[in-house]
């Protein structure tokens, strides 16, 4: 154990999210998405939900500045009766990590797995919320 990391933060992981530079991507995925087949490194969280792996991560990750969305979800596919609160969790969880409003894009389906194929890592959880898929765009760390 290290103080200041959540036991969440997987030896694995910590590694992984040192290695990312800015501009990586980060994909944590829900208990549906099918990151073993995308993954260039996977890691599993299967214990744990999207909100709370994303707040782990979010106090050790910085999201890039430079970009005009540094944060992705998987937009509902159209005609698919589903309700997302769980987006609201995640843009509180956001802002608070970067102390600002933070803009979250939506992304067809189809393109999200694209981008995720080309992510450095996707984080696998057992989260059972439909649509909780999200991408993080690594910022820099400002002295």
């Known amino acids: ?3 200041g990391i959540s036991p969440i933060i997987s030896p694995e992981l910590l590694k992984i999210l040192m290695e990312m530079g800015h501009g990586d991507e ?3 995925g829900d208990g549906n998405f099918p990151g073993a087949g995308l993954a260039r490194n996977l890691v599993r969280l299967d214990g744990h939900t999207v909100p709370d792996v994303l707040e782990a991560i979010l106090r050790l990750y910085p999201l890039d500045p430079y970009v005009d969305a540094p944060v992705a979800l998987m937009a509902v596919v159209p005609g698919d009766d ?3 609160p769980i987006w609201d969790t995640y843009q509180a969880l956001c802002d608070a990590s970067e102390g600002k409003p933070v803009k979250i894009e939506h992304m067809e389906r189809f393109a999200f797995y694209e ?3 080309k992510a450095y890592c996707v984080v696998m959880t057992g989260e059972t919320a439909l649509y909780a898929n999200i991408i993080l765009k690594k ?3 400002k002295a």
């Open 115 to 117: 981008r995720a194929k």
């Open 82 to 84: 589903v309700e997302t």
């Open 139 to 141: 910022g820099v760390v």
């Open 26 to 28: 980060l994909v944590i």
């Open 1 to 3: 154990m290290l103080k």
